[in-house]
């Protein structure tokens, strides 16, 4: 009896340790008979997952929760059931991204947090009972700003708030997969009993629009934060949408849940079905049930999976392997003779946070005095903030003129061979080359263009300099061979001078555009507008 109770006591000290200890994992279930050099008997590092929830309704209305641990994609990990051998542990890099999170969305920080054993029975967990801080969690009361384009040309910015009702901790559960083939659902059990964090929103949103903006921007500030990679294609972040209408002045509505929505396209187009769907069912006199549901991108419709548990089905009882989850709000609370390294403290937190989403927007414009619209575009895309700065470092061009290179031409050849900003065959300083000599007018706009397009196939060997020389690309420094060239096209579209002279000025740009293929693209463009038009006028006179 004394061995057992010291090996108890002994047990119950390392576990409590471990809240603070561990550095190198997250909220993960550590299995006891894992062998493998790679993870040293503990599943991968959390660099955060996310799920999330939401909530429409007649008047719509939405709830959000965010999921995932870090076992990274592609990559072969032990597997963990979360069964009868496996021993909870905790570490405080799991801590610190939930905290992180909290305070970027203005969330109060709870001293003190518990983890709850919430039981259902369902193939994805096989032990019966996940490990939670549902009832009891990290972070409460948030804050989402988010801003959204608006008016009619949308380039107007709305700025939005949506509420956040907590932030926990908790095990990840299996991942059902279908067989079509076989007609058979299958269960994925390798991420089971790995840690996730989940974020629940407040019934905020009334459309799948809003949903889908107010994800994006959370995916950006998760991202920014380094708690989620936030790539919702590989399972890094996932959205579970609540979604129920009602008639204005009646209460919400029935909700149904659809889970693990894997896009920020299928969300918004998610919601705004099952908000058709149940106002047909309301419409006709029916109910709807509180199930939880499946998006079918194929069909574009929700599919019923099973019927939704209530709290009381649960069976929530306090998890026995792990003591309370302890934050301290500055270190002058850590109590003494305690390791001041490992413990999580939020003021140290408070002063890591990065330039979020809308402050940075905020200051491109600000700044660089481009447009709200191409402030979302550059944020939007990892890494296109950093190349846009660097292009603006290395030449003399105005922030607006490099804008569009960047949101344009660059982020066209980026998407069409499906590749991030890190991976442009064209570096920030080859770039900034080519738009200082647009800028010193050696080259026309046209031929700046097909330069650009050059340097992508050949992937920088070539300078922008080279690429000139070589094709003789230069704008044409004899004006009598353009006078020469515009007379030819004005001789050869008398309809379109006829034009013209009756007032149509936009025939001008095909008069131009003509000139323009005479010489390759190598012609001055302003100065073939005012030869141009000094030929027309002088035939007039």
């Known amino acids: 009896m004394a061995a057992s109770s010291v090996t108890a006591r002994v047990r119950y000290k390392m576990i409590k340790r471990t809240l603070l200890l561990c550095p190198n994992a997250s909220c993960t279930i550590r299995r006891l008979n894992v062998e493998s050099s790679r993870y040293d008997g503990q599943l991968q590092s959390w660099k955060a997952w996310s799920d999330w929830r939401s909530t429409p309704r007649f008047k719509p209305a939405q709830k959000f929760s965010p999921t995932r641990p870090s076992t990274s994609f592609r990559l072969p990990i032990p597997l963990c059931l979360s069964s009868t051998p496996l021993c909870p542990v905790l570490n405080r890099r799991c801590v610190e991204a939930a905290v992180m999170t909290g305070l970027a969305l203005n969330c109060r920080i709870n001293a003190k947090s518990f983890f709850d054993r919430k039981h259902y029975f369902y193939a994805d ?24 384009l608006g008016g009619k040309k949308r380039n107007q910015v709305l700025r939005k708030n949506i509420r956040i009702k907590q932030i926990q901790l908790e095990q990840d559960s299996g991942k059902s997969l279908h067989d079509d083939a076989r007609g058979q659902t299958l269960v994925d059990l390798n991420r089971a009993g790995v840690g996730l964090m989940e974020l629940v929103m407040e019934p905020d949103m009334t459309c799948g629009e809003e949903a889908a903006a107010a994800v994006r921007e959370l995916q950006l500030i998760l991202q920014a934060l380094g708690t989620c990679q936030g790539n919702m294609s590989e399972g890094q972040l996932r959205v579970d949408a609540n979604v129920s209408v009602h008639r204005p002045g009646e209460p919400l509505g029935v909700r149904t849940e659809v889970k693990n929505i894997n896009s920020v396209r299928y969300l918004a187009r998610a919601i705004d079905y099952e908000i058709r769907r149940q106002i047909d069912v309301v419409r006709r006199g029916g109910s709807v049930r509180n199930e939880t549901r499946a998006y079918d991108s194929k069909s574009g419709t929700t599919v019923a999976m099973r019927d939704k548990e209530g709290l009381q089905d649960y069976r929530f009882m306090p998890e026995p392997n792990l003591p309370p989850l302890i934050v301290y709000e500055d270190p002058s609370r850590i109590p003494s003779g305690a390791d001041v390294r490992q413990a999580v403290v939020v003021q140290s937190l408070r002063a890591k946070l990065p330039e979020l989403p809308g402050v940075r927007r905020d200051r491109l414009v600000e700044t660089y005095d481009v447009l709200p619209e191409h402030s979302f575009t550059l944020l939007n895309e990892e890494g296109l903030v950093e190349y846009f700065e660097s292009v603006l470092k290395a030449t003399s061009r105005e922030p607006r003129k ?19 900003v890190s991976q442009s065959h064209v570096s920030p300083s080859s770039m900034a080359q080519l738009l200082e000599l647009l800028e010193a007018g050696s080259i026309s706009s046209s031929v700046a263009k097909q330069v650009f397009q050059e340097m992508w196939r050949c992937s920088g060997a070539k300078t922008a300099s080279q690429i000139i020389h070589e094709q003789d690309l230069s704008l044409i420094s004899d004006m009598e061979q353009v006078h020469v060239i515009c007379a030819k096209v004005l001789d050869s579209h008398p309809h379109e001078v006829q034009a013209f002279r009756a007032g149509n000025k936009k ?14 693209g190598r012609a001055d463009p302003v100065a073939v507008r005012k030869i141009l038009q000094d030929k027309i006028s002088e035939t007039m006179s």
């Open 125 to 148: 967990l096989p032990a019966g009972y996940q490990i939670t801080q549902q009832r009891r969690p990290v972070a409460v009361d948030g804050l989402l700003h988010y801003s959204v």
């Open 402 to 420: 490099v804008i569009g290179w960047v949101t344009n031409e660059l982020l066209a050849f980026l998407k069409q061979q499906d590749l991030n």
């Open 507 to 520: 025939v001008l740009n095909k008069l131009m555009g003509s000139v323009q293929k005479e010489t390759k």
